[in-house]
T-cell receptor, first 109, second 115 residues
């Protein structure tokens, strides 16, 4: 069943601005992952945060996890036009991924 | 890094025919692979978990006789859509556990159109 819920569903920003995407989930997790999908393509793994971690960085990406609120956020700093894509959060529990509905990010040059 | 190759990327078939989609792990052994389906502008829905050398585990509501999964080797899993109908038209994506600490690796997806 679908349990991840991202918000906003769509986000349009100017190049250079930061993009913040949020994800909420309902059940237990081992970890939470964020993926990116360009139109009509497969998914690319961006970052994974484990249930005992609160924050993680990777390049221009920053992800937070609040297990008490069952929520996560993904921050993309200094956005680029090439960041335009759909972004999905996915909860991993016992090696089974459950995806959210996705956020469409548009970065205007 | 771990790479999963999925073929074909696009396929058009006639109603009633069967279509096979292949998913290969190129530089690692994948004992477990996953098959997802994605409708336009929607999320990925897990169809089944494919385990090398054993029967696949299907999610509730997925017809195992219609979506045949074979995982005969540690580097290849196939999904066969049998007797395809227009409502089977969708984007199918496979993924594999890499055994590394971070995430799963996904194939590039197959756009199936049944006419």
């Amino acid at each position: 069943s679908q349990q991840g819920e991202e918000d906003p569903q769509a986000l349009s920003i100017q190049e250079g601005e930061n993009a913040t995407m949020n994800c909420s989930y309902k059940t237990s997790i081992n970890n939470l992952q964020w993926y990116r999908q360009n139109s009509g393509r497969g998914l690319v793994h961006l970052i994974l945060i484990r249930s005992n971690e609160r924050e993680k960085h990777s390049g221009r990406l920053r992800v937070t996890l609040d297990t008490s609120k069952k929520s996560s956020s993904l921050l993309i700093t200094a956005s680029r036009a090439a960041d335009t894509a759909s972004y999905f959060c996915a909860t991993d529990f016992n090696s089974k991924l459950t995806f959210g509905k996705g956020i469409t990010l548009s970065v205007r040059p | 890094g771990a790479v999963v190759s999925q073929h074909p990327s696009r396929v058009i078939c006639k109603s009633g025919t069967s279509v096979k989609i292949e998913c290969r792990s190129l530089d690692f052994q994948a004992t477990t692979m996953f098959w997802y389906r994605q409708f336009p502008k929607q999320s990925l829905m897990l169809m089944a978990t494919s385990n090398e050398g054993s029967k696949a585990t299907y999610e509730q509501g997925v017809e195992k006789d219609k979506f045949l999964i074979n995982h005969a080797s540690l580097t290849l899993s196939t999904l066969t859509v049998t007797s395809a109908h227009p409502e089977d038209s969708s984007f199918y994506i496979c993924s594999a556990e890499t055994g590394m600490r971070d995430g799963y690796t996904f194939g590039s997806g197959t756009r199936l159109t049944v006419v």
